[in-house]
């Protein structure tokens, strides 16, 4: 973010603020995957009263929070109240599917995923010197394919998705083969 930052807007000012604002993707594609098995049951009005439950949040702490810590009081609150929707969307899901996210696992693997990359990208912005925006745009890109590189190896390293899944991929045939090459002393 700070890359990006300062390649718009010329400063990091309000990073800060989008960091954690970028918390909400993750936390909006949680919330997307269980309201779409819900719906696929004819469950559709959990998904709406679990938003009004987070709406009820947002509104509760925004103006406290927006009072003291300005807008990354807001942003943390947005944050506080998705995942209050994810989490009445995820606790009404059948017992058997939320066992079925955590199996063999796959949510440890995916966050390990998430992590790794977050702290390898994370750190890897800081090692090349900013000298304008423009440094700052390429750098921006060229780590967010790092990121994406890495998330790969990572996904793959731990096994995160089965071979049917991976065949599913543009290049999924030459994963398998590198992943199994990997694989040979196990």
Same mark, same amino acid.
Not at 36 to 47: A, E, W, Y
């Given at each position: #973010? ?16 989008? %960091? ?17 098995? +819900? %719906?696929? %049951? ?39 109240? +998705? ?28 966050? @390990? @995923? ?8 994370? #750190? ?14 390429? +750098?921006?890109? +060229? ?27 543009? @290049? ?15």
């Amino acid at each position: #973010m700070p890359l990006i930052n300062r390649g718009l807007f010329g400063d990091t000012d309000g990073t800060l603020v989008l %960091q954690v604002y970028m918390l909400i993707i993750a936390v909006t594609a949680a919330i997307n995957a269980c309201a779409s098995i +819900l %719906q696929s %049951q004819d469950m559709v009005r959990v998904p709406t009263i679990a938003i009004l439950a987070g709406v009820v949040v947002k509104v509760a702490l925004n103006g406290a929070a927006v009072r003291r810590w300005h807008t990354v009081g807001a942003s943390w609150t947005t944050v506080i109240s +998705l995942g209050v929707t994810l989490l009445v969307i995820y606790l009404t899901l059948d017992p058997l599917i939320r066992r079925r996210i955590w199996a063999h696992g796959f949510g440890w693997r995916l966050l @390990v @995923v998430a992590a790794g990359m977050g702290v390898i990208v994370g #750190m890897g912005v800081h090692v090349v010197p900013v000298t304008g925006r423009a440094v700052a745009i390429l +750098l921006a890109v +060229l780590w967010a394919g790092i990121g994406v590189l890495v998330a790969g190896a990572l996904a793959v390293w731990t096994g995160l998705f089965s071979h049917r899944e991976v065949l599913a991929l543009p @290049v999924g045939a030459h994963i398998l083969r590198i992943t199994k090459y990997f694989h040979k002393g196990e």
